[in-house]
């Protein structure tokens, strides 16, 4: 059997591929892996620090993409993964989540022959404005494997003409990192004073609050962007805030000015986070603040409450069953939001099916099979 290359490109990616490269290899007979890393993602903070924390090997191969628009970053990553899928001869290639090397990468493969399986297939928030909608669209459409998180999934790919029999219910592979990394998680109070922040703030009666912001619809625009700072810095003096800042929202925050829109003193800042101190943060949260898809799920899995500032949810599990609430840009949705869980009527939920720590283990098992009859 010609190794399965395994695509991971920016950050989210990370935490799913790594207990599928274990499921691989502790599968028997162990299913043979190559790790490829297009570079979407670079910085030591995006990539490094969360290859050490989630024990990922290193890439057997690196395309060095860097970023650029969706366009340049996309058609690069497909120019640089030709050639390296035609050297390794792979049995099928494997993608995980919704990112421009996602898309990228199954389109090189499915021109060429070679299967693909796509595990997290089948979401949709039904936003065609988020390029990651776009990616999930497209990577299922062609994709010949597809492993779903979540029941609602079979219907969205099924409404798109998608054959029930090309897809598997294997649960969550962000979740099986999850559970195996949780008793690593580093405290919260150890990740502040790492940064020279004072730990004294997490003491607060009502504890803290964990806030994550990337997307473009909400930190790319200048009034946008002042405005979620303006009532999350209202917010912050009910509920100090400790902010795990994307490169891009710092530099946004940055281009457009809005640095005196933080108060120091109950809004804490911190570069991006790697994955250990951000289960460490998460975990003993209040409430997490975020428009991050992982995130979303996380929370769900430790049952701690989460406001999703957006519009819609792909994930729409982490709503009906688990802590999630959507507030989108809202500004007094977000306010009652808030109000709710510090009155200790925040959702509780419950983990969806499926999200075990055991979902990489039916991926390989089920990939194996596939493979050995032909991947048709
Ligand atoms: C990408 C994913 C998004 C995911 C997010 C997590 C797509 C379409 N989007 O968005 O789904 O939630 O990653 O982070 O693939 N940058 C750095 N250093 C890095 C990486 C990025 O400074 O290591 C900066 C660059 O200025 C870059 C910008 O961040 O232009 C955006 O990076 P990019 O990978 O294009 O998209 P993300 O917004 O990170």
Redesign the pocket.
């Known amino acids: 059997m010609g190794p399965v290359m395994c695509i991971v490109?920016?950050?989210?990616n990370f935490m799913k591929m790594a207990p599928i490269l274990r499921a691989l290899a502790a599968h028997a007979p162990p299913i043979p892996a190559l790790l490829v890393h297009t570079g979407?993602?670079?910085?030591a903070s995006?990539?490094d620090q969360l290859f050490a924390d989630l024990r990922l090997p290193r890439p057997d191969i690196n395309l060095e993409v860097g970023?650029g628009t969706?366009a340049a970053?996309t058609a690069e990553v497909m120019k640089r993964f030709e050639p390296a899928l035609d050297e390794h001869r792979p049995s099928c290639v494997l993608v995980v989540g919704?990112?421009?090397?996602t898309l990228a990468c199954t389109l090189v493969a499915v021109k060429k022959g070679v299967p693909v399986a796509h595990v997290e297939a089948g979401l949709r928030s039904y936003d065609r404005k988020m390029?990651?909608e776009i990616?999930r669209v497209l990577t299922d459409q062609v994709a010949d494997r597809l492993y779903t998180t979540e029941r609602s999934a079979l219907a969205n790919l099924q409404r798109e003409g998608v054959d029930a029999a090309r897809v598997c219910f294997a649960g969550n592979v962000m979740i099986d990192s999850l559970l195996a990394n949780r008793d690593a998680a580093r405290p919260a109070a150890d990740t502040l004073r790492a940064h020279g922040l004072d730990p004294a703030v997490l003491l607060h009666p009502r504890g803290y609050g964990v806030v994550t912001l990337?997307r473009?619809s909400n930190v790319d625009t200048p009034q946008t962007l002042a405005m979620l700072l303006t009532v999350l810095r209202e917010i912050s003096a009910q509920l100090p805030l400790v902010f795990a800042l994307?490169?891009?929202t710092r530099?946004n925050i940055d281009k457009f000015g809005l640095g005196s829109l933080l108060d120091p003193a109950t809004m804490l800042l911190l570069p991006p986070q790697g994955y250990l101190e951000m289960i460490g943060l998460m975990s003993g949260a209040t409430v997490v603040l975020t428009d991050?898809?992982g995130l979303q799920e996380e929370t769900t899995a430790l049952g701690v409450p989460c406001l999703t500032l957006r519009e819609n949810t792909e994930r729409p599990i982490t709503v009906e069953q688990g802590t999630n609430t959507m507030v989108g840009r809202d500004l007094a949705a977000i306010r009652a939001g808030v109000a709710e869980i510090l009155a200790g009527k925040g959702k509780r939920g419950r983990v969806p099916e499926l999200w075990d720590g055991h979902a990489a283990e039916r991926i390989a098992a089920d990939l194996f099979l596939w493979l050995r009859a032909g991947a048709a």
């Open positions: 490109g920016a950050r989210p979407q993602h670079y910085d995006m990539s970023s969706h970053q919704d990112v421009n090397s390029p990651e990616n990337h473009p994307h490169p891009r530099g991050s898809g």
